[in-house]
């Protein structure tokens, strides 16, 4: 009889997880678990995983920790695009081509960057010419004769640091267009969606992978001769205060220009024999040479980069700049640079706002023989215009 007792009780303890599960018992048991010192250590095991970064989270990058290579010296991949102009122009009524474009692809924004993407996310810093504002601001009562008055919803901001663009110039003839209450309300929200920006009156100093960098912006409109002895200057400050990269954009030249006039070139070049590492502009909304003088490249014109002022503009060609730089011991030299030609637009037929890199020989033939025959204007043209890094990436 015992040994039936025994028997029977050892089946019902054998039985037990079985009848756990299939009752489903889904109340919740809290159970304390102790170490051999008392301590809780019952979520030790979660702490432990919690420490464990998750393969698939974005990790954060420290653009100013420094990166070198086995020479020592440190690589900056920069990107420069021209005009980017998005939102509406509040001189025109009804719904702008902007807003129908943006209907096109469900109100997301970042529609624009559909084909330049991933090309900017994989540089150290992106730099486009922002020819807008991002306000709610009312138009600025001293231009209400302008045909073009452009402002965007500052939600849009975002589209610039989700896709790979870090910085841009505010030194333009439309950052103004809203005020200078629309301008400050623009400032604040590039800053707070990630985006540094600069213009003449704030110059932009940081650190990207250990170097200096330094970057100043002007309008030449009727300002040349102030500006012959004022960029030298300010070029000279920044390398007093420690900057290895100095970067000078400029806002210059005439509308429909493929090459620079005497005053570029004349401005160009003293900024380099001020110091300046390179010189890009914009303005003339077509592409301009590039010339390599006393060792630094003067990119006179990026043309357009996304330009929201014309739904089929008469030239939708353009390229965009890229430039590695080289810094070592406080020195800056060029290690080469590509342009990647394109159009403002997927589209040939109207401007959809997407830029789109070539792929046709034949489209991409023609942007460089543009920039060979215009070329002829310059002093010092570059020899050829690289369309790739080649073997080393």
């Known amino acids: 009889m015992l040994r039936k007792t025994i028997a029977l009780l050892l089946l019902c303890c054998l039985l037990l997880p079985v009848m756990a599960v299939a009752t489903e018992d889904t109340d919740e048991v809290s159970v304390t678990i102790f170490d051999s010192e008392g301590n809780d250590i019952t979520n030790a095991d979660a702490a432990a995983d919690a420490a ?11 653009r100013a920790a420094p990166v070198y290579e086995p020479d020592g010296s440190i690589v900056l991949k920069l990107t420069f695009g021209g005009d980017f102009t998005i939102g509406d122009n509040v001189q025109t009524s009804g719904q702008s081509f902007f807003e129908k474009e943006l209907a096109k692809h469900d109100g997301d924004v970042n529609f624009i960057f559909l084909n330049y993407r991933d090309i900017l996310q994989n540089d150290d810093w992106t730099v486009l010419n922002f020819e807008s504002t991002l306000t709610t601001s009312g138009r600025n009562p001293d231009k ?51 985006v540094s920006y600069y213009c003449e009156s704030e110059p932009l100093v940081f650190t990207l992978k250990g170097v200096k960098m330094g970057m100043l912006a002007y309008q030449t409109f009727d300002q040349y001769d102030r500006l012959f002895t004022k960029v030298p200057q300010d070029v000279q400050a920044l390398k007093a205060q420690g900057c290895e990269v100095v970067v000078v954009s400029f806002h210059w030249g005439a509308e429909k220009d493929y090459y620079p006039n005497a005053n570029q070139q004349k401005l160009a070049k003293i900024t380099v024999d001020a110091g300046a590492d390179l010189v890009v502009g914009h303005h003339s909304h077509r592409m301009n040479p590039i010339e390599l003088y006393n ?15 014309n739904n089929k503009p008469d030239d939708m060609s353009t390229f965009v700049f890229q430039i590695k730089l080289r810094v070592k011991d406080g020195v800056c030299e060029n290690d080469g640079f590509i342009i990647i030609p394109s159009r403002i637009s997927s589209n040939a037929k109207y401007n959809d706002l997407i830029p789109t890199p070539y792929t046709k020989p034949e489209n991409i033939e023609s942007v460089l023989s543009v920039l060979r025959k215009n070329g002829q204007k310059v002093d010092n043209p570059v020899e050829e215009y690289p369309l790739s890094w080649g073997d080393a990436e």
């Open 295 to 309: 060792g630094k490249y003067i990119v006179y014109s990026l043309g357009n980069f996304c330009f929201a002022g």
């Open 144 to 194: 209400l004769g302008n045909d073009f008055l452009f402002r965007a919803d500052p939600a849009y901001a975002a589209v610039l640091s989700q896709n790979g663009v870090e910085c841009v110039s505010l030194e333009n003839n439309h950052v103004l267009d809203m005020g200078e209450e629309g301008l400050a309300e623009t400032k604040k929200t590039l800053l707070d969606t990630g």
């Open 52 to 62: 464990v970064p998750d393969a698939d989270a974005t990790a954060t990058v420290d």
